[in-house]
């Protein structure tokens, strides 16, 4: 005796089925849960891009980045006063 298989659901119907779980899923994402899968995100990809950087590129990002920060932080404070 054969055993009993439900028969395959069509390529369609499983899109359907794909969008519909991921619509769900994503409406019951917070706000907080939101960023913190950002942030996990924005940590994978800088760990990642950071191993492929040459040391010139590293301190060249660095000093880049470190006269943004100072400058936005110069700024808010005139806007403070």
């Known amino acids: 005796m054969k055993a009993w298989t439900s028969p395959k659901m069509d390529v369609d119907k499983q899109e359907q089925l794909k969008a519909l779980l991921i619509s769900e899923m994503v409406s019951r994402i917070t706000i907080a849960e939101a960023v913190n899968i950002m942030h996990n995100i924005a940590i994978s990809e800088v760990e ?16 880049e980045l470190s006269k943004r920060v100072e400058s936005t932080e110069e700024n808010e404070a005139k806007t403070e006063d």
């Open 48 to 63: 990642k891009n950071i191993d492929k950087m040459s040391d010139e590129e590293k301190e060249s990002a660095l000093e």
